[in-house]
């Protein structure tokens, strides 16, 4: 039987010691090193990433590809030997993209580069022909609100970051409508690739009618704006069959390592298994699945079993719905209060980088002191603050201490686009990721006392 | 009236001085940097390239756009004080392709990235529906042969140079079509990018059916080796309307600035006007139009005009037929005789790096020479051989000495693809490169002694 080093004279040693590493962490050291041993000593991770993408493609909530992939990760995390695997079910939206297609008619006939914003109406069959405006920003549109009416509004907007950028792919169509626009492209939220489109969902005001909404390239974005500045009329044809259908059911998966003294309590990891469609999803999010997935197996394999339970969650329409994160959160109602810590990695797998962490002080002293030991990964960085979409419904929900898995590259290259695929990312990525992840998760699930209630 | 140093006494020194700069080198220190100062004031030779793509757009032979684009030319050379502007006709081959899809249906239904190879044949209207066999060469072709009838072979080649790595795009389906294969896919013949398709000719072989050809990204190659690998079925749809109609008629666009003394005795630079048609030809080839062009345009504007005449020809057709350098070879068939030098820009306009020359021990210490007044741009080197797809029928025809324009940069990621637009060039590089042009057009047409009498 393990001893139990007594919670105060930890805290007491932690508070002291200050910047030092507390002993308690010594414990840990060896359990760390096999498990950082363990994936770097194979790329088992990239190649399981691999095996999902290259079989099931692309998983837009609502498709068989999203519902064959779940039933393999069903099946994959009994043969890994997790504990309680099972799916939980969540009614699901389902978009359907149908064709689509954007032609430049004036200066000169060009089919375009494009991708429809996902959760947008159609065109209806003739498509919509007419001129573009092309604007820089929702003042901008405000101050040329006269020369909208019955054109299609361009919104170009350099990319500078996500949250600032993808309230144009968000919002346009609904303020652009207002001044009568037939229809919105918006410039890609993301940096200059290789004429590359990004999608996402778009979401509609309640209070004015739907107009449909696509991205084009940068590139295009650019062009575009050079015609306008010259003088030169852009006239295009979109024409996009989107619409949605009736929901459908779907699943979050779910998979365990009960604990072996506090099994009731549970620290939640795990990404979202549904993607966009261009790609097949494996920066966003196959790729965080199968990291903290990997987790579990790694301890499975090594025998370290944590007193508390792990669970890994890959969640359900994280990207056009987020039916999967609230599901959880109403199913697992009950038990969230003891949920010590969820973390969910929707960032990418480059180069390891840390966790982003929010909740109390003390639970940063102690997580903080643990990423000590992710230092021969590149992955001891502890950012302010934590979470994600597919957690912060529970998170939120009850207060629970929330991690968000950092790393480095340029997810927003190839976030929603065709070049989401397995190719981003290296096996020594995965491997060390998972490595990362896994220290982490163990030691918060084993530690003498409960995370969040340090002094 | 400008005194001509004796040629001689420049031959005797030039030898005497060996790796010294000739003393005749000097009376053209000045009009050098004047070309490179004008050329470098201002954005003036990358905004004729935007201009001229984001208007007209891509410029495939037969189409509409190509022709509105020679139209422009020819106005906009007049403009610029250039004479003898004139289209020169030839009829060129109107290959089509319309519509295109490639979906996967075994393992995971899911439309696909592709592009049909120009000259390809079309399916027929109901596709091609076949498993997929993946091949690693033309002698695993051969290896597999029982295996390929009624199927799609694709060609998984990984790029290593332009050269070795077309010839799965050229020959690829002559090559398939002998053991059964229905139609080839082949990885786009280029480093990998962002989920980018590389289009360019396929090359039917006269005594074998015809059988469509495709181009996929990188991505999608590896995706089916690896799926192939672990024994899982690829089972695919392809659907071309390629096809070709009547040939019809297009021109090479000619414009000069007439020497000064030996105005029969002709300097031709030049790139080619038609592209192939995902991206806006940019890179390949508006950018070698607009940076060839302008070396007269500059000598024009500070009234530089050389003793022979300085000759730029926008060729047509050179991606999907060489009509138009074939048609210059025949028109100009008489006064090939006359032709000094002819250079041709088809690498891309990134950084400039020189030129490739081919021609005599004594021309090319000339052009040596004076390569080392463009040491400031960077553009010094003179490489073992020069030529160029459209100057290589006159080249070979009449022995011509002959230039091909060397950047930097990396063409075969843009080559072909979507992302062939003006934002890969910046206006430096279209300054500088149109600058060495100048200079060394410029000065080999100016030269006391024709380019190549050199003993």
Not at 175 to 199: E, F, K, M
């Amino acid at each position: 039987m393990r001893l139990k080093t007594p919670v105060l004279l930890i805290l007491l040693l932690s508070a002291s010691l200050s910047a030092q590493t507390p002993n308690w962490l010594d414990a840990y050291r060896s359990p760390a090193q096999r498990l950082i041993a363990a994936s770097q000593s194979s790329d088992f991770a990239w190649q399981r990433l691999a095996e999902v993408t290259d079989t099931y493609g692309p998983r837009l909530s609502g498709s068989v590809n999203l519902e064959r992939a779940i039933d393999w990760a069903v099946e994959t995390m009994k043969k890994d030997g997790l504990e309680n695997v099972r799916k939980e079910s969540v009614m699901v939206p389902k978009w359907v993209r149908g064709k689509e297609s954007l032609d430049l008619i004036d200066p000169a006939p060009q089919p375009l580069v494009m991708i429809g914003l996902g959760n947008s109406v159609g065109t209806g069959p003739d498509g919509i022909t007419a001129d573009v405006i092309v604007v820089s920003s929702f003042e901008d549109l405000d101050a040329h609100a006269a020369d909208v009416k019955g054109k299609i509004v361009l919104f170009n907007v350099p990319f500078t970051n996500y949250g600032a950028t993808v309230a144009y792919r968000s919002g346009g169509p609904s303020r652009a409508v207002v001044h009568g626009a037939l229809a919105v492209l918006v410039r890609s939220v993301g940096p200059v690739g290789l004429r590359t489109p990004h999608t996402g969902a778009t979401t509609y005001a309640a209070d004015v009618p739907r107009i449909p909404g696509a991205a084009i390239p940068v590139e295009d974005a650019e062009r575009f704006q050079r015609l306008q500045n010259r003088g030169v009329r852009i006239r295009v044809k979109l024409a996009m069959e989107a619409h949605f259908e009736a929901d459908v059911e779907s699943f979050n998966v779910v998979g365990e390592l009960r604990g072996s003294e506090l099994p009731d309590e549970v620290i939640v990891v795990g990404g979202h298994f549904d993607s966009w469609d261009p790609g097949v999803g494996a920066t966003d999010d196959a790729g965080g699945c199968i990291v903290t997935w990997e987790a579990l197996r790694l301890m499975k394999t090594l025998g370290l079993r944590p007193r508390r339970t792990v669970r890994v969650v890959l969640w359900t329409n994280e990207e056009n719905g987020s039916r999967g994160g609230n599901g959880y959160r109403d199913q697992h109602a009950a038990e969230l209060k003891d949920h010590v810590m969820m973390m969910e990695s929707d960032g990418g797998v480059f180069d390891p980088a840390g966790f982003g962490f929010s909740g109390s002080d003390g639970a940063r002293r102690t997580v903080t002191a643990i990423a000590d030991l992710l230092a021969p990964l590149g992955a001891n960085r502890i950012e302010a603050a934590g979470g994600g979409a597919d957690i912060g419904p529970s998170v939120q929900a009850a207060g629970i201490p929330s991690m968000s898995h950092l790393v480095g590259g340029d997810y927003f290259l190839i976030h929603h686009t065709p070049a989401d695929t397995v190719d981003r990312i290296t096996p020594k990525q995965m491997s060390d990721n998972a490595a990362a992840i896994a220290v982490m998760t163990y030691i918060v699930a084993d530690l003498p006392w409960r995370l969040g209630t340090e002094k």
